[in-house]
């Protein structure tokens, strides 16, 4: 679960407030949608979520842990993951099978391990063909789901 208590956030301290008191709850395997016009805060809000930006007021806990903890953040960037628009600007591999690989190497996981999981993702996005097609070869939509 992903908890935001009196969130607040601005860019700079003398800086006017992009999100102010911001409550909200998202239960496991919860899926919301966050509305909004350009630089109304949804973006920022997403990335406090994960713990990339840490709150100047208030608190985020994810599955118990603060994200103001910093040994924690990795686990917490484990757990909440963010998908940029241009999905394309995080591709760093040749192929789409070595891609979808590259988080399950940052956790050092064995490598039968690594196979079963981008095996198990590609099937999951019915990408099952696309695995040795170079990324930036495929539609807006399927580089999404890459990402």
């Known amino acids: ?3 935001a208590e009196k969130l607040g956030f601005s860019y700079s301290p003398n800086g006017p407030s992009i999100l102010k008191d911001i409550n ?3 239960a496991e395997h919860g899926i919301i949608a ?3 016009p350009n630089g109304s805060g949804k973006s920022t809000l997403a ?3 994960n713990g990339l930006y840490l709150p100047d007021a208030g608190r ?3 599955d ?3 994200s103001h903890l910093p040994q924690y953040r990795p686990l917490i960037k484990q757990k909440v993951k963010l998908l940029f628009p241009e999905a394309e600007k995080q591709f760093i591999s040749g192929t789409v099978e070595e891609d979808v690989a590259f988080g399950s190497e ?4 064995p490598a039968n391990e690594i196979r079963v999981r981008v095996d198990n993702a590609l099937k999951l996005l019915s990408m099952e063909d696309l695995a040795k097609y ?3 070869l495929l539609s807006a939509g399927q580089k999404q789901k890459v990402g």
């Open 64 to 66: 118990g842990i603060d």
């Open 1 to 3: 679960m992903i908890k």
């Open 106 to 109: 940052n956790l050092n996981l």
């Open 24 to 26: 909200l709850e998202i």
């Open 47 to 49: 990335k406090l979520l």
């Open 60 to 62: 985020v806990v994810v």
């Open 134 to 136: 170079p990324p930036y």
């Open 34 to 36: 966050i509305i909004g």
